[in-house]
């Protein structure tokens, strides 16, 4: 379990009370799947948390790499922290528009790149507007910050470490995705994707760790049951992966909360995987 000083979610109040503070820097950090309008971008613009930046998952990212917002390099994760007004000795609160999908991802990468002082928004914007708290329209543009980042390549898996996990199954593979596509009954949203799963994944689809009404994630000991439920041993190493290595860090915010350190993301997920000349996969229940 975390202490509260220690958890990784702050509430609206906690943010509200802050808005002011210099060293306390607003992401918004809002993702949608290609081709959903409008853009997170523009949503940004239309109202955001007074202050707020936007952190733009697919632009932060490796622009050489085909597979969709792949992690980039610290010397280009430095760059564009900095240029959004952030440096090392600040607070990152990140948050997102919508459902959970993006602000764990901001915050994982975050904490890769060696700054533990990040932060989640509970609840993110759709909680701060129900408690009818301000917003701002239009861009910020912030002065630009002196951020340092040095990647722990622990924080992360690739294709060719999941290949020899196949064998020999040292960490678990937890796959946030919904159940239907990691049964393989629906069409990957994914274009050209297969359907399916990687074998012996386990399934914790990631909508089910929050309350849709109240926008919060739930209590530890539903988040608990949730991963146990579905055959997770918290004890022993976890790899998250999800469709393309978003929403499968909600897993992993979940899994922290709960006071498991030490886990990875595979960040190829299942846009990488689920390639026509991709490795083996399973259909079907966990």
């Not at 210099?22 to 949503?43: E, N, W």
């Not at 997102?96 to 790149?113: I, K, Q």
């Not at 159940?179 to 050209?192: D, I, N």
């Not at 089910?208 to 439920?229: H, N, V």
Request: charged share 25%.
């Amino acid at each position: 379990m975390t202490s509260s000083a220690d958890d990784p979610l702050v509430s609206t109040d906690w943010l509200a009370a802050r808005l002011d503070d210099p060293k306390v820097k607003i992401i918004d950090a809002s993702y949608k799947m290609p081709g959903v309008l409008p853009l997170p971008s523009d949503d940004y613009l239309g109202a955001h948390i007074p202050g707020a930046v936007f952190f733009d998952v697919g632009a932060i990212a490796d622009h050489n790499d085909p597979r969709p917002h792949m992690y980039p390099d610290a010397a280009q994760f430095e760059r564009d922290v900095s240029a959004l007004g952030i440096s090392s000795g600040d607070t990152v609160v990140a948050y997102d528009s919508g459902a959970w999908v993006a602000a764990p991802r901001a915050w994982w990468m975050f904490l890769s790149f060696d700054h533990p002082g990040v932060k989640v928004l509970d609840g993110g914007l759709q909680k701060w507007l129900r408690e009818g708290r301000p917003t701002h329209s239009g861009k910020v543009t912030p002065k630009p910050g002196k951020f340092r980042a040095r990647l722990d390549s622990s924080f992360v898996r690739s294709k060719q470490q999941l290949l020899g996990n196949l064998e020999t199954r040292s960490e678990q593979l937890v796959d946030a995705r919904p159940r239907p596509r990691f049964e393989g009954t629906v069409a990957e949203p994914w274009p050209g994707r297969r359907s399916g799963h990687i074998p012996g994944s386990r399934n914790v689809p990631y909508a089910e760790l929050f309350d849709a009404k109240t926008g919060s994630m739930k209590p530890l000991d539903d988040l608990r049951k949730a991963f146990t439920g579905a055959g997770v041993d918290m004890t022993k190493p976890i790899v998250t992966t999800c469709g393309s290595g978003v929403s499968a860090l909600v897993l992993t915010l979940a899994l922290y909360r709960l006071g498991v350190r030490g886990t990875a993301l595979y960040d190829g997920s299942w846009a990488e995987w689920g390639l026509p000349d991709g490795p083996p996969l399973a259909t079907g229940p966990a």
